[in-house]
């Protein structure tokens, strides 16, 4: 498959993480000859936090997350991760399934069950061979080092063209803190809580109660904000990790929230640069809206819409798409009070096409590959960004052949 035209030009060159060493192997739960399984493992006293999606058909291993999360924070952590195949609707195999992979890794590396995480991505409804990853977990847990994130990027890829890295530093008293982050998603993007699979791992010091609540914060501001294709997959799990090895307490730190959310928004923006079938990287803006959230329900309104994405996927400034998507939302809108922009060209205003609009002028804009369209309500002080991607072709295709 193709690397998407908006992907970066290489993974980045993420910091390592004291506290935190990984691992990758070939299990072939559905592929031979791929990477498809990785482990983390974290040290005595980390403070694991997630989000999981809200999906009422999610995961097994969604609900056990779900169930362990600030549970405990005593002793080592590990994260096993898998593609190829979701485990999802599976029933009682998928519960077993994920006590299988559990009581695997506890085995091999004495960390109690309850500080176990899973996440499996891929075909939803059949059953998880985890026989295959259980025998793996020996060789992964031997091969544990500190400079293996970008191998756990490439193992937890489904349909994503390219592994996803992100990194932050900051000083805190003279001291550095980093922040390093994985995640895979292409395509099932429509989140409702985080996105995908996102692991984001910090050596900064820090409770459960504070990381949770910073984490849920930035969620509703990232991965709650970009959609692909509108739909909001069974397996969706964001965990961040802190070893605390640097030392540094950030509780309350205004820089390690400011360096997390640049993380987790370039996660979500590479996401949506990694949309299948993408050509075009959207960013929605919406102002003059009732409310934050009305103006949130207009963004997605518009970065949802088949019409606006596929008429972006031609280059066609059909601005009525968007009008209409805005009318749709349910949020509360004028008609007469509506404008509309594309990147700093004006196409309509207070209800009406802008008396200075140029055809030409909108049409040759549309063939940017980073586009910016902006919607004004005109009746508030509410205000919301989302970011989306073309519907081209590519994405029917896709997804037309998922499971051959």
């Known amino acids: 498959m193709p690397v998407s035209p908006l992907a970066p030009a290489a993974f980045p060159d993420l910091p390592v993480i004291d506290g935190v060493r990984f691992a990758s192997a070939m299990a072939g739960v559905k592929y031979n000859n791929r990477t ?5 493992e974290l040290v005595e006293g980390s403070t694991v936090a997630g989000v999981f999606t809200r999906s ?50 506890a085995e091999q590396t004495g960390i109690d069950a309850d500080r176990i995480f899973t996440s499996s991505t891929g075909v939803i409804g059949e059953p998880l061979p985890y026989d295959r990853i259980t025998a793996k977990i020996g060789e992964l847990s031997a091969n544990l080092n500190a400079g293996g994130i970008e191998g756990a990027a490439k193992a937890i890829m489904t349909t ?11 000083t805190v008293n003279g001291q550095t803190v980093k922040i390093a982050g994985i995640a895979k998603g292409s395509g099932m993007i429509a989140p409702d809580m985080a996105t995908m699979l996102v692991y984001i791992f910090t050596d900064a ?10 984490l849920s914060k930035l969620t509703d ?29 950030v509780s309350d730190n205004a820089d390690f929230e400011a360096a997390l959310h640049k993380v987790m928004l370039d996660l979500s923006h590479q996401v ?49 798409r968007i009008v209409a998507a805005v009318g749709k939302s349910g949020a509360e809108a004028d008609r007469d009070r509506l404008s509309i922009r594309f990147g700093d060209i004006t196409v309509a205003e ?16 549309m063939k940017n590959a980073e586009l910016i369209i902006g919607v004004d ?28």
Do not use: H
């Not at 058909?57 to 997350?65: E, H, I, K, P, Y």
């Open 36 to 40: 498809d399984v990785m482990l983390a």
């Open 56 to 105: 009422a058909t999610r995961s097994a291993n969604v609900l056990d997350c779900q169930a362990k999360n600030g549970k405990t924070q005593a002793g080592r952590a590990a994260i096993i991760v898998n593609s190829g195949n979701s485990n999802a609707f599976t029933g009682a195999r998928g519960v077993e399934a994920v006590d299988a992979l559990c009581a695997g890794v």
């Open 160 to 170: 994503d063209t390219f592994p996803k890295g992100s990194a932050a530093e900051i």
């Open 205 to 214: 010091k820090i409770g459960y109660e504070a990381l949770q609540g910073v």
């Open 221 to 249: 501001k990232t991965f709650n904000c970009i959609t692909v294709d509108s739909d909001t997959s069974t397996s969706d799990t964001l965990l961040i990790g802190a070893t605390g090895a640097s030392g540094v307490d």
């Open 272 to 320: 949506i640069r990694d949309g299948e079938g993408a050509t075009k990287f959207v960013e929605i803006q919406v102002t003059g809206a009732a409310s934050d959230a009305d103006a949130k329900r207009v963004g997605l309104s518009v970065a949802n819409s088949p019409l606006v994405k596929t008429a972006i996927a031609g280059e066609d400034a059909n601005w009525g």
């Open 350 to 365: 207070n209800g009406w096409r802008a008396p200075n609009y140029s055809e030409a002028d909108a049409s040759a804009y």
């Open 377 to 404: 309500l005109g009746i508030g002080t509410g205000a919301s960004t989302v970011w989306t991607c073309d519907l081209t072709y590519e994405y029917i295709r896709i997804n037309a052949d998922y499971r051959s």
